[in-house]
């Protein structure tokens, strides 16, 4: 498999999970909302991990280069660990417009980070790792 599909397929189980979570913060349900929101917000972070642990640092060492796509990517990844917290404790308080408001910048956030790494980081991962791209998918797999 390659290594774009695998991670793409990543983000979209993501996507899924957030929007349950949303349907279930705007009905009001906020102990569904809380089931959805942590079920999103685990995987995100394991996906968040297996890049910086596995694909990044891959990435890095074949192309010799620490300062470019991969630096931009962690930024936001931490950005978007702090908006995490944020939204987790609008779903503590019940709070309905915290949530939305917290959750429209994240969705903005996440849609834009994805889209450059399907775009630009995966494609070039594909190139450029292709020889260790199904050791790269199993250490991620089971990571
Ligand atoms: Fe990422
Ligand atoms: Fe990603």
Not at 85 to 97: G, N, T, V, Y
Not at 99 to 128: G, P, W
Request: glycine fraction near 2%; include cysteine; hydrophobic fraction near 40%.
């Amino acid at each position: 498999m390659e290594i774009s599909n695998f991670m793409r397929d990543e983000h979209r189980r993501c996507d899924d999970a957030f929007a349950k979570a949303e349907q279930a913060v705007n009905r009001g349900d906020f102990t569904e909302a809380l089931k959805y929101f942590e079920e999103f917000m685990i995987d995100t972070l394991k996906h968040f991990d297996k890049e910086e642990e596995i694909l990044f640092p891959a990435f890095e060492e074949v192309t010799g280069n620490t300062e470019g796509p991969t630096r931009v990517m962690r930024y936001e990844h931490n950005q978007a660990r702090g908006l995490f917290e944020e939204l987790k404790k609008a779903i503590d308080q019940s709070d309905k417009a915290r949530f939305f408001s917290v959750a429209d910048t994240l969705m903005i956030l996440l849609q834009q980070h994805n889209m450059k790494e399907e775009q630009m980081l995966y494609a070039m991962c594909d190139r450029v790792l292709a020889p260790q791209a199904h050791q790269l998918v199993e250490r991620m797999r089971t990571h």
